[in-house]
């Protein structure tokens, strides 16, 4: 891809070199792709299959299904919601819904296949949690285990007639109510945590899960060999632990006063079950929407993609320092593997050129204080007005200048590892923080102790994951709905959402593998590919007020057409050949600017003065809540 879009750049350059005369360069309005000072407009039609196995049109009605869909989707910069900014990033998705139900030949096939991969097990102790309760419309009277990664596979490469697997493809499966039906969990094992060896999907009941997709085609484990989009939801399996739909007894799971909403298995949409019959279709097209749509195929990113940078990075650095407060353990050593952070993230931001370095820091009076302060809710900064969680942020920042390499790459991504003795207590597992003000990300902390140990987790995956964050990702447990404008998690009304970190994608909670799900990858480019073009606008207006556009006349022309060859490519779902287009077209503009004598970064250093001179201590809002908690009562601590 890079050389493709490399040759494409010279070709256009070449063609346009020869008309490059004395003519002025095009006005602002002859550009049909480049919009200066203006946004991205990136349009996508996004196909959807959605394919019922085992579900028949008498239980899931396709209007009744349907009329819970949206029709479009503008993702946002997710971060910036609790401070009351709205940034949209340019793109509009519209849907293209393709619903069909299985034949009853290519079911037998299906769940013949699934009957093969069936394992007998015991039962899992949400299970028989589910037997035990007073309204559970069936005993769970044996167990199977399957395994999710063949079944994603086998989907795959053997969908119906007609369904294109290569594109966002949901699989609802219902096993329950045929004569070969087998009660049955899915898992994912074989991927332990690499610091230190604790497989959760093997040791733990709480990931034996009813759902499961998002493989890339090179996952070094399980991967498909070549890119398809599958996600698989099945009701018939379980009851399971993670999305909590193994409680039938109690509609409220919190206390709160709020019905913890989530979908049970199949054969409890009764009369007299947890759900009436009517409810089936509706909550189907709940799951499809708020997990599949919002946060899995087309989601919105959490943090801004383009960086807390003047110009978009082409080297970045992944700056570990860790605070050594555990005492005989030497925790950067033991439980970071560098190699394997700088290949997963390599894999998420292909065209940036990625490196690892760490270094210890002393664990003082001052470092103790602050972080001692996190875990009390007292500031070590008290006259600062920002609030206590906000220690680590202020206090780093204050001794940002030890941990630079400057000019050694374009950017860096600040990582402070706290390593802490037994008994001291950690604030999570992790947190991607923000700078308290308008969202934008800061720093990147990472928490390791005994007890974290203990749990099965070293720094590494932590590292990945909290990095994936301030790269723009979201979990895929919470995101945004943009129909309704509701940022949401797992509680309450959306406490089904879970079901959405039952998918091959390393910002999950379910620890289960390590790698970013093509769904990331796919995300991940659109939002470079619109950030690229964001850039080249904002560029391309300081240019031609510059005096002496005329100079960048070929330029600006070359990059009207690369921006033209990525929308479109965008438009055919082809993001990696967009994202490459919209960089080479942002490399034209600076080319430009450098010729018509206007600094490329400087609309954004202005953009960040402007904004740092609006600032006042009254706007310093509380902790945000996307902090990756090792909670006791949440489902990643569960048996």
Request: hydrophobic share 35%.
């Amino acid at each position: 891809m890079r050389r493709r879009a490399a040759l494409v750049v010279a070709l256009i350059t070449a063609m346009l070199g020869a008309s490059a005369g004395a003519a002025g360069a095009a006005p602002k309005s002859s550009y049909a792709y480049l919009h200066p000072g203006g946004q991205p407009r990136l349009t996508e039609k996004v196909p959807v299959n959605v394919v019922f196995l085992g579900y028949e049109p008498n239980q899931v009605g396709r209007t009744a299904y349907l009329s819970g869909l949206p029709s479009r989707y503008e993702p946002v910069v997710r971060s910036r919601l609790p401070y009351d900014l709205t940034e949209k990033l340019g793109i509009t998705y519209t849907y293209d819904y393709r619903v069909s139900y299985g034949s009853r030949s290519y079911e037998d096939t299906f769940f013949r296949q699934l009957a093969r991969l069936a394992k007998p097990a015991p039962l899992t102790q949400y299970q028989t949690e589910y037997n035990a309760q007073a309204k559970n419309v069936k005993d769970i009277t044996a167990n199977n285990v399957i395994d999710a990664p063949s079944v994603e596979k086998w989907l795959a490469y053997h969908p119906p007639a007609g369904v294109d697997t290569r594109r966002n493809t949901i699989f609802f499966i219902n096993w329950y109510g045929r004569s070969d039906f087998k009660f049955h969990v899915y898992a994912k094992t074989g991927e332990p945590d690499p610091d230190t060896g604790y497989d959760f999907g093997k040791e733990r009941d709480s990931r034996k899960i009813i759902a499961w997709g998002g493989t890339t085609a090179d996952d070094e484990e399980t991967g498909l060999g070549s890119t398809r989009r599958v996600w698989f939801h099945d009701l018939s399996a379980g009851p399971e632990s993670w999305t909590s739909n193994y409680d039938v007894d109690h509609p409220d799971l919190d206390g709160d006063g709020v019905v913890d909403y989530r979908m049970p298995p199949t054969w409890e949409y009764t009369a007299g079950g947890f759900r009436a019959p009517g409810a089936l279709a509706g909550d189907l097209s709940l799951i499809t929407r708020y997990v599949a749509l919002n946060l899995l195929m087309t989601s919105s990113p959490l943090y801004p993609v383009e960086l807390p940078t003047p110009e978009p990075p082409k080297s970045i650095n992944i700056d570990s320092n860790t605070y050594e407060g555990w005492p005989g353990v030497d925790a950067s050593a033991r439980y970071i593997k560098p190699k394997l952070v700088v290949d997963e993230l390599s894999e998420l931001r292909w065209r940036n050129r990625l490196d690892f370095d760490n270094q210890d820091l002393p664990y003082d009076a001052k470092a103790e204080q602050c972080y001692l302060g996190v875990l009390t809710d007292e500031s070590c900064y008290p006259e600062s007005g920002y609030p206590a969680f906000a220690n680590l942020y202020l206090y780093n920042w204050a001794n940002l200048e030890r941990t630079r390499d400057v000019g050694r790459v374009d950017y860096e991504v600040p990582v402070f590892n706290y390593a802490v003795a037994e008994g001291v207590g950690v604030p999570a597992l992790g947190f991607a923080d923000d700078n308290y003000v308008d969202g934008t990300q800061t720093g990147v902390f990472c928490f390791i102790s005994p007890e974290v140990v203990a749990s099965g987790y070293g720094l590494s995956t932590t590292q990945i994951h909290e990095v994936g964050h301030h790269l723009g990702m979201s979990h895929p447990h919470d995101g945004y709905d943009s129909q309704t404008g509701v940022d949401y998690g797992p509680e309450g009304s959306f406490l089904f959402v879970n079901a959405g970190d039952e998918s091959n994608t390393m910002m999950s909670y379910i620890d289960v593998n390590w790698d970013f799900s093509q769904f990331d990858r796919d995300n991940s480019d659109r939002f470079l590919t619109a950030a690229y073009h964001e850039a080249a606008n904002r560029l391309a207006a300081d240019v031609l007020g510059s005096g002496k556009v005329s100079r960048a006349r070929a330029q600006l022309r070359v990059a009207d057409i690369l921006l033209g060859l990525s929308t479109k490519a965008f438009a055919r779902h082809d993001y990696r050949a967009a994202y490459a287009f919209a960089e080479g077209a942002y490399n034209q503009v600076v080319a430009a600017a450098q010729r018509a004598g206007v600094d490329p970064a400087g609309a954004a250093k202005a953009l960040a003065a402007r904004a740092d001179a609006a600032r006042r201590i009254t706007d310093v809002h509380e902790p945000h809540e996307f902090i990756d908690t090792l909670a006791p009562d949440g489902p990643r601590s569960q048996p």
